[in-house]
């Protein structure tokens, strides 16, 4: 009874003229993120409560790994695409629930269906309110067919070989097609604008990275002098503090969604990038191959970048 408390009066957020009860409980499944954004924070209460003001649908951290200062990493999913089977047990998933009736502990994992039900009373003006209503069509729509509980696409019984859509290969690191496409500077040149673009190459979207092996075989498509974009960005709020996640690549990567280093380590391709909302670029240049980068959205298009990093699942022949 006593994490009940807990989490109702530090997770809870009351808005609205009929006080939704905004709060983040932890599902047995992965969150698909097409756009993120992270921070360092004391606790899974603390990244609760950052998750609810930038409006995040869910948020993930990563079980036993901690800062320098002790803090745990929070990722925030601030557009999904749906929801997948948890690749390992070490990283934790929280959804956006409205439910006033439900406590529970943070250990506990929730039917992800049901949070979902309660999407339509979310204010459609909030972006997590739209995410989660989105969420819902997917988990009913009948295009794929999926585990009524967990929303997750049901495993085919027979793997066959999958048929990869031009400018993608699949790779087994990610179990997802993936591919390096030049920017298009005719579209939105901001930074959600590049995210964007990798709707125009078979609907997929931005790679996000969990680990080193993946981070490697992405360089291993990137061309010499160049990088790609992926999914991950550091607002302004988050440049200001020099608060992220993570640590250096002198250390093991931790099996979160998208590993990467604090933003105090993350090199600039110059120091006006510092001021601004960032993307970040996995580099294939002589001497930083596998390294990551700060990068504004102007400078994205620079020839030491350049491209944007992009999966979609496989689709396989004969199902």
Same mark, same amino acid.
């Given at each position: 009874?006593?994490?009940?408390?807990?989490?109702?009066?530090?997770?809870?957020?009351?808005?609205?003229?009929?006080?939704?009860?905004?709060?983040?409980?932890?599902?047995?499944?992965?969150?698909?993120?097409?756009?993120?954004?992270?921070?360092?924070?004391?606790?899974?209460?603390?990244?609760?409560?950052?998750?609810?003001?930038?409006?995040?649908?869910?948020?993930?951290?990563?079980?036993?790994?901690?800062?320098?200062?002790?803090?745990?990493?929070?990722?925030?999913?601030?557009?999904?695409?749906?929801?997948?089977?948890?690749?390992?047990?070490?990283?934790?998933?929280?959804?956006?629930?409205?439910?006033?009736?439900?406590?529970?502990?943070?250990?506990?994992?929730?039917?992800?269906?049901?949070?979902?039900?309660?999407?339509?009373?979310?204010?459609?003006?909030?972006?997590?309110?739209?995410?989660?209503?989105?969420?819902?069509?997917?988990?009913?729509?009948?295009?794929?067919?999926?585990?009524?509980?967990?929303?997750?696409?049901?495993?085919?019984?027979?793997?066959?070989?999958? &048929?990869?859509?031009?400018?993608?290969?699949?790779?087994?690191?990610?179990?997802?097609?993936?591919?390096?496409?030049?920017?298009?500077?005719?579209?939105?040149?901001?930074?959600?604008?590049?995210?964007?673009?990798?709707?125009?190459?078979?609907?997929?979207?931005?790679?996000?990275?969990?680990?080193?092996?993946?981070?490697?075989?992405?360089?291993?498509?990137?061309?010499?002098?160049?990088?790609?974009?992926?999914?991950?960005?550091?607002?302004?709020?988050?440049?200001?503090?020099?608060?992220?996640?993570?640590?250096? &690549?002198?250390?093991?990567?931790?099996?979160?969604?998208?590993?990467? &280093?604090?933003?105090?380590?993350?090199?600039?391709?110059?120091?006006?990038?510092?001021?601004?909302?960032?993307?970040?670029?996995?580099?294939?240049?002589?001497?930083?191959?596998?390294?990551?980068?700060?990068?504004?959205?102007?400078?994205?298009?620079?020839?030491?970048?350049?491209?944007?990093?992009?999966?979609?699942?496989?689709?396989?022949?004969?199902?």
């Amino acid at each position: 009874m006593l994490c009940s408390l807990l989490l109702s009066l530090l997770f809870g957020l009351f808005v609205g003229a009929d006080d939704l009860y905004f709060h983040y409980t932890r599902i047995q499944n992965a969150i698909a993120a097409i756009d993120m954004t992270g921070m360092l924070a004391d606790d899974v209460q603390a990244c609760a409560r950052e998750a609810f003001k930038t409006q995040a649908v869910g948020f993930s951290t990563t079980l036993g790994q901690k800062g320098a200062n002790g803090q745990i990493h929070c990722n925030f999913v601030i557009q999904a695409k749906g929801f997948e089977a948890r690749r390992d047990n070490q990283s934790a998933f929280y959804l956006l629930d409205l439910r006033s009736n439900k406590e529970q502990c943070e250990k506990h994992t929730e039917n992800v269906y049901e949070l979902l039900q309660e999407a339509s009373r979310c204010p459609a003006e909030r972006n997590d309110c739209r995410e989660l209503a989105d969420l819902k069509e997917r988990c009913e729509s009948t295009d794929v067919e999926v585990d009524e509980h967990s929303c997750t696409p049901k495993s085919p019984e027979r793997v066959l070989p999958p &048929r990869v859509p031009g400018g993608f290969q699949y790779t087994k690191s990610f179990g997802k097609d993936i591919g390096v496409f030049k920017l298009n500077d005719k579209g939105d040149k901001t930074e959600k604008g590049i995210l964007k673009q990798c709707q125009q190459h078979g609907n997929s979207w931005p790679i996000t990275i969990e680990n080193e092996r993946q981070n490697d075989d992405l360089v291993g498509l990137i061309n010499e002098k160049e990088g790609a974009i992926i999914s991950y960005r550091i607002t302004k709020q988050q440049g200001r503090k020099r608060r992220g996640l993570l640590v250096s &690549r002198a250390n093991s990567w931790p099996p979160s969604v998208n590993a990467y &280093r604090s933003v105090s380590e993350l090199a600039s391709l110059s120091n006006t990038d510092r001021q601004e909302e960032t993307l970040v670029a996995v580099i294939n240049w002589p001497g930083n191959k596998g390294d990551w980068v700060k990068v504004s959205a102007e400078r994205a298009y620079t020839p030491y970048v350049g491209n944007i990093a992009c999966m979609m699942d496989p689709e396989r022949l004969g199902l």
